[in-house]
């Protein structure tokens, strides 16, 4: 009976315990709820101008994404200059890295792939700013071919978008699971649109619970330049208000590491992202009553 009372309380010690441990080695430190990181894609001149201010009125942390792509070296009413990314880097924002053409990363592209992000690191550098350890993939175009390139350049995570998912055309998507998306293709939990009003950008941070983290990629505010993914100053404005009264945390993407362990990779990338599109779409000819499965 003793040995029975002690085996008890043994069994419901390591239950606690087990609660308090991270749930899988990528993760360093327990999550907390309402996580959020910002993210700021293509060097827009409103990043400057409009968000910078806000984010400090706030004290809310931000990865700005960099290229040079587009017409950055000779549009600087649409584009930030190098002075101006240089500020935000002193006023303790994170410069990402974007690769220097905006390149498409595919099979064929990526042998470019080096000298695209070393250009980045290098006119970092001239500026002051330490060279990115994070990434975000242009135009959200994406091969694991691009991993060890990645990792050879320092870089520890890298941005994805909502897709493959969700479709690109409405900015949604599921948040970052440690563990199991790779932390080169974190997952983008809202991609902001210009037809986004707050209960779409509720519901992408809303998914910051339970070990997951609610990555956010934003463009212009406005983006001058890429009306598509444009958003508004007075929705953007909104965004940030209600992370301030919903006491959410507000960090840059380098920040992860904190809690998440970069080296820890999960074996296959591709199966959290099949369950999430089967849980979106199940199967239709499972759905018979009494079939047996
Ligand atoms: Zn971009």
Redesign the pocket.
């Known amino acids: 009976m003793r040995f029975a009372v002690c085996a008890l309380l043994l069994t419901l010690a390591s239950a606690v315990a087990a609660d308090d441990l991270p749930a899988t080695p990528a993760v360093r430190k327990a999550i907390p709820d309402r996580l959020v990181v910002l993210t700021f894609?293509?060097s827009a001149k409103s990043h400057y101008t409009i968000v910078r201010p806000l984010l400090k009125q706030y004290g809310f942390g931000a990865t700005f994404f960099i290229?040079e792509g587009f017409d950055f070296p000779t549009n600087k009413k649409d584009y930030m200059t190098w002075d101006e990314i240089r500020e935000l880097h002193d006023d303790g924002f994170e410069i990402g890295n974007?690769t220097r053409d905006?390149l498409g990363i595919s099979d064929k592209t990526v042998g470019r792939l080096p000298e695209q992000l070393q250009a980045i690191a290098d006119n970092c550098r001239t500026h002051g700013i330490p060279a990115p350890v994070t990434f975000?993939w242009?135009?959200n175009a994406m091969t694991p071919a691009a991993f060890e390139t990645l990792k050879a350049h320092g870089i520890r995570f890298a941005r994805r978008g909502g897709a493959p998912e969700y479709p690109y055309d409405e900015g949604r998507g599921f948040a970052y699971e440690p563990g199991l998306d790779d932390p080169l293709m974190v997952p983008s939990a809202g991609d902001a649109r210009p037809k986004w009003t707050l209960p779409d950008f509720i519901r992408a941070v809303d998914q910051a619970r339970d070990g997951r983290i609610a990555v956010l990629q934003f463009h212009g505010v406005p983006d001058t330049a890429h009306n598509w993914v444009s958003s508004s100053q007075q929705n953007f404005e909104a965004y940030l208000k209600y992370l301030h009264v919903e006491r959410y945390r507000v960090i840059a993407l380098r920040d992860l590491q904190e809690f998440v362990d970069p080296e820890v990779a999960p074996a296959d990338y591709r199966r959290v992202i099949e369950s999430r599109r089967e849980a979106l779409n199940p199967p239709k000819t499972d759905t018979t009553p009494g079939k047996d499965r």
Request: no cysteine; proline share 12%; glycine share 12%.
């Open positions: 894609d293509d290229t974007h905006h975000a242009p135009g």
